[in-house]
């Protein structure tokens, strides 16, 4: 019962050391106690699941529970009519930002009995959308938009949200977001089963055009963005979201700066060079 649940006290996002700081190149992972715990949970065994033999349902429930976080991409698109469709996408690619150079971003839009949804026939008539991220203080906002309205129904009046004016793009951004961006349709592709020829998905694949950033989430550098101040919502299972919990920074290796101990220690077996 959500009654029984204990109540909401927002996040607290905040740095921390890794999780197995002592990690060094060729430990496995039970060189922790964390690891062993890890690694104690194969005793239970595993469970297959065949795609050819299960309803797509099972694998859905599956993949939105397994692949986890997931970023909200909350769609804002105009239809050729002039009517303002506003739906937040859980279903994103598992990525999200396909390329920074151009810059683009990646959602997908299920087919369901050979019908699209708004936001995809939208962003095909009129080429363009904006992709808004949701922050913890109006999710419920948000989440309304995600009811079966008809499609010459725009969500924005029962959302609550606010409007404003984009740069490139028809379908205006929601204001109450600290980071949005608008987007023209780079490319959308029908997803084919390749057993039964239906349309079941579309990707779309959007280039940014412009990105509007609140100052106040900007870091000091205001280069890039800080999680603290933008309190992003993440998905996960069912109907469940989540925030951000603890965060830790782990440093990229360097072959420059790690190849030739690495090949000292005996941990790796060179040939002609190449690993």
């Not at 949804?117 to 095909?124: P, Q, R, W």
């Not at 949701?134 to 609550?160: F, K, L, Q, T």
């Not at 579309?202 to 280069?223: A, P």
């Amino acid at each position: 019962m959500e009654s029984d649940l204990p109540p909401y006290h927002g996040s607290h996002f905040k740095h921390t050391t890794p999780p197995v700081p002592s990690w060094s190149f060729g430990d496995g992972v039970d060189s922790s106690e964390q690891g062993k715990k890890w690694l104690a949970g194969e005793e239970s065994g595993w469970t297959g699941f065949d795609a050819s033999k299960e309803a797509p349902g099972v694998f859905y429930k599956l993949l939105t529970s397994g692949i986890v976080p997931r970023p909200v991409a909350f769609v804002s698109s105009v239809s050729e009519a002039g009517i303002k469709n506003l739906a937040p996408f859980r279903w994103v690619r598992w990525s999200f930002l396909v390329t920074h150079n151009p810059p683009i971003i990646s959602i997908s839009c299920n087919v369901i009995a050979g019908k699209s949804k708004d936001t995809a026939l939208n962003i095909k008539e009129t080429k363009g959308f904006t992709v808004n991220i949701i922050s913890e203080s109006w999710i419920h906002n948000a989440n309304a938009c995600s009811i079966d309205a008809p499609p010459d129904v725009g969500e924005w009046p029962i959302s609550g949200l606010t409007p404003a004016d984009t740069v490139h793009v028809k379908a205006p951004r929601v204001k109450e977001s600290a980071f949005s961006m608008e987007c023209e349709l780079f490319q959308a592709i029908d997803i084919v089963h390749p057993e039964t020829g239906e349309t079941t998905t579309t990707l779309i694949l959007g280039r940014v055009k412009y990105i509007h950033v609140r100052n106040d989430v900007l870091t000091d550098k205001r280069d890039a963005v800080n999680p603290t101040q933008l309190r992003p919502i993440l998905r996960l299972g069912d109907i469940t979201y989540a925030v951000l919990g603890d965060g830790f920074r782990v440093p990229r290796p360097s072959w420059k700066d790690e190849g030739e101990g690495l090949q000292a220690s005996g941990i790796l077996s060179v040939h002609d060079g190449k690993l």
